[in-house]
């Protein structure tokens, strides 16, 4: 009858572990994630927990949460990209904000954006008039990809004249304006696609920069191609932007990539064949 006892001992001490070790290659980071009752706790729990590989305990006083993650299956990044898609701004990403306008009432956390307007309307009038000075000289319908872009056509040109060092140097400019985006300046549906492809193109962008080896870059600017032009669609460009494709790169299975003028002028093979493609899209 003893051994009967401490038998189940055992299992239950190995039960309790094992439920408390769900989570491997455990690693835990406190972030800012904004909130403001209950039920937001339960939605910015609910974004945060996916089984065996991350959950999150968010404080609705202090408006932190304490997020833990298996480190070989995900991130913090990607944790808090879904809070963010959930609704919820937080150190790293800002909500949507049709992901926003989605939450209950109760819900409805004061932004950072909508403190500013408020402060605004606070200032006296000689202050004013100076912003709306100042904001003519910024165009009201200005492109905030559009760093991104023209970075982008610099790297294509010198993979046209099949110029390692100076792609190299190019996508080294390209890494700086993706990261210098600023989130919220984008449009919802721009918002939602550049938070999928932001990482994708940070990481094809760097890989031609570390690299003068051509054949190499031109690997990279395939996938970096793919991603451009899911956000370009996206962004209804304030010039034309032609979506071209060769169907002789990649040993035969085709890439694209967009180019800001209609003639072919191939990055995938240069002066060998520079003329091989044609456009299949104009994005306007």
Not at 29 to 57: M, P, Q, R, Y
Not at 114 to 127: F, L, S
Not at 185 to 208: G, N, Y
Request: charged letters at 25%; aromatic letters at 6%; glycine letters at 2%.
């Amino acid at each position: 009858m003893k051994s009967i006892k401490i038998l189940m001992a055992v299992v239950l001490l190995l039960s309790a572990l094992l439920s408390k070790a769900e989570i491997k290659n455990v690693s835990t980071e406190n972030v800012k994630i904004s909130g403001s009752c209950a039920l937001c706790k339960e939605g910015i729990e609910t974004a945060a927990f996916d089984k065996n590989i991350s959950k999150a305990s968010w404080d609705r006083d202090t408006k932190m949460a304490l997020v833990t993650y298996d480190n070989k299956k995900t991130s913090i990044d990607a944790v808090l990209k879904k809070v963010a898609l959930a609704g919820y701004d937080n150190d790293s990403y800002l909500a949507p904000d049709d992901a926003y306008a989605k939450l209950a009432d109760c819900c409805k956390y004061d932004r950072a954006v909508k403190k500013e307007v408020m402060a605004e309307k606070k200032m006296p009038e000689h202050q004013h008039e100076a912003m709306a000075s100042a904001e003519k000289t910024t165009p009201a319908d200005a492109d905030p990809l559009k760093p991104v872009l023209d970075a982008y056509y610099a790297v294509k040109d010198a993979l046209v004249s099949s110029d390692g060092n100076t792609a190299s140097a190019k996508a080294t400019s390209l890494v700086k304006a993706i990261k210098a985006v600023k989130m919220d300046q984008l449009a919802s549906e721009q918002h939602m696609v550049w938070m999928k492809v932001m990482k994708d193109l940070d990481f094809d962008a760097d890989h031609i920069a570390e690299t003068k080896e051509v054949s190499h870059q031109r690997d990279h600017f395939s996938s970096l191609s793919d991603n451009m032009y899911k956000l370009i669609k996206s962004a209804k460009p304030s010039e034309p932007v032609y979506y071209q494709h060769c169907p002789m790169a990649k040993e035969g299975k085709g890439a694209n990539w967009l180019s800001q003028i209609p003639a072919i002028k191939n990055p995938y093979y240069g002066a060998q064949m520079l003329n091989c493609g044609k456009t299949t899209e104009t994005i306007k």
